[in-house]
């Protein structure tokens, strides 16, 4: 039976990208446009999927009368108007298309930077009145001079090249980026924000707002700039603190900004730059190409149809994006280490502490994080049964306490793959690992202790003292209320000692009958798992 989504596209996109969603057989698409917080939650219920550009907002609001919904999609970089959080808590995936409009805001953010240099608007303006004022417009070179950037993403690096082009140098500060990343290309990399305004002759800002760079551009920094600094702002209004801004350019100190947004958006009437003659104001323009508009509706459709309707994750913002290859090879560890997780959360019963999930074999060759996340979806069904998910699960996992790290090992033993995991509770480790049998699982370590168990079915594991005749009167109470036996399997670190049995069951035993198995002499544990 077919399976039918339901898509709203909250503001305009591109024609291209409608048709595309409109294309595929299992979507159902709707358009309603300029809806307000309390209009939109009154209908997404009915949603699987809504995309957004920058005016609709998703908030929390929204997104908690979103029953159906799994993904948001945002047409652009930005996703302030997006609840992130809330999203991740409900393990709805959130999307934006970070490369579609890179070109074009890159190129916006050089005419700006010209349109500052050689006075481009405030000439064109006096001419429209009439004037004939060339010595009131002279301008700057770019040649020589050096550009300061602030954010080396796509579009910073964009930019740089531009610059480059120019003639003039280039000093980025991105604490996050690696200097391999920009070896081939012929800018500086310095260290902090001080190194960064030492000598630079225009200023282009191009990360995200987050509470580091809030207010990042204010008076203390742009003291540390040289008098004639000029700024350019095609990422976020809130980057800036305005009034410190309007001061300094009233005093020379900086030559000239030029902005295309705003906090808020649009700005109001008495925005304090209106009228300065050193300022260029446009309205929000840096994506606002035929080719960017094409660009991102027609990638945010793929998206939402790959995630909808064959559960492929790219460019997601709160869950790692994985490549179509490199998923279909990661999907079988996927599966095996949510197996791990399930079996975990129903043999240690005690609140846990932390959790150790550890690779070995070809997996290590890949990005193991979506493998980790499936672990921590099987291991915390118990707890959010259909709730969790590869989205929220580390969102879930945090609020219980509990620490994961992830290991990758050089050796898998006598084992080609393994995926293992301890967790540690009240000064105890309880450890498993599992490995593939063809295309079956298989439990091979149990505390460090070697066993073959299928991961598959009914499991009845006990806990106890490594003596004969115990496994035997298992045995014996089982058959005696028709439960069969399909295989066994044992774990010990020595004879006498204590051992962990598993039985895999072909039915499952009622509360009675494990009563019974528990009040057999030396057994301190049974544990009855569901796979």
Known sequence: MSVFYHILIADPISKKGIAELQASAQLIVDEKYGLKEDELARVIADYDGVIVRSQTKITRKVIEAGKKLKVIGRAGVGIDNVDVDAATEKGIVVMNTPGGNTIATAEHTFSLLLALARNVAQAH??????????????????????LGIIGLGRVGMEVAKRALAFGMKVKCFDPYLSPTKVKN???????????????????????????????????????????????????????????????????????????????????????PLRGLPNVVLTPHLAASTIEAQENVGTEIAAMVIDVLCHNIIRNA???????????????????????????MSQWVVNRIDSLTIYFSGKVNEYDTSPITRAVLKGFLRKVAGKEVNEVNVIFLINTLGIDVKEVKMSSAGEFAEIIGIEAKTDGHTYQAASTFYGRSHR?????????????????????????????????????????NIAAMSLARAKAGEKAISILNLDNIPSPDILVKIRNIEDIYNVQLISL
């Not at 869950?319 to 290859?325: A, T």
Request: proline fraction near 6%; hydrophobic fraction near 40%.
């Open 125 to 146: 303006a006096s001419m429209q009145l009439g004037e004939w004022k060339r010595k009131n417009f002279e301008g700057i070179e770019l040649y020589g001079k050096i």
């Open 185 to 271: 290309l012929q800018v500086e990399l310095v260290n902090s924000l001080d190194e960064l305004f030492q000598d630079i002759d225009f200023l282009s800002l191009h990360v995200p707002l987050t509470q580091e760079t809030e207010g990042i551009i204010n008076k203390d920094n742009l003291k540390k700039c040289k008098r004639g600094i000029r700024i350019i702002n095609c990422a976020r209004g809130g980057l800036i603190r305005i009034a410190d801004l309007e001061e300094l350019l009233k005093s020379g100190w900086v030559a000239g900004a030029a902005l295309d947004v705003y906090e808020p958006e649009p700005p109001p009437a008495d925005f």
């Open 317 to 343: 913002v709160n869950v790692p994006s994985v490549d179509p290859k490199i998923l279909s090879i990661l999907r079988p560890y996927m599966a095996l280490g949510e197996k791990l997780g399930i079996f």
């Open 443 to 483: 439990l091979v370590q149990l505390n460090f202790n070697p066993i073959e168990a299928s991961m598959e079915g009914i499991l009845l594991l006990l806990e106890n003292k490594d003596r004969p005749g115990i496994v035997g009167k298992v045995g014996t109470i089982l058959g005696e209320h028709s439960i």
